[in-house]
């Protein structure tokens, strides 16, 4: 099945890309598409821990984890400061 990643700021300038089509297997998850991500973009393991995924517009919590199907919207979006 075929997942869309999109890389925002930090994971974008990582990666080298702003997004990405993601093969996985039939029932994979989020964490198997991290490990995915990370064999691929080796760049991306800066952010480990630090990141959130947001799966088909919706924020996932830090360690949540949820099965994907083709087609679906993966965003990898990093921590943000400001002011």
Do not use: C, H, W
Request: no cysteine.
């Amino acid at each position: 099945m075929q997942v869309r990643v999109l890389f925002f700021a930090r994971s974008r300038e990582l990666a080298g890309t702003s997004e990405a089509s993601v093969t996985l297997e039939p029932g994979s998850t989020t964490t198997v598409l991290l490990q995915q991500l990370l064999q691929q973009y080796p760049q991306l393991e800066e952010l480990r821990g630090s990141f959130v995924f947001s799966l088909n517009q919706e924020y996932l919590a830090p360690d949540e984890e949820q099965q994907l199907k083709g087609g679906d919207e993966v965003a990898v979006i990093p921590p943000i400061s400001g002011g």
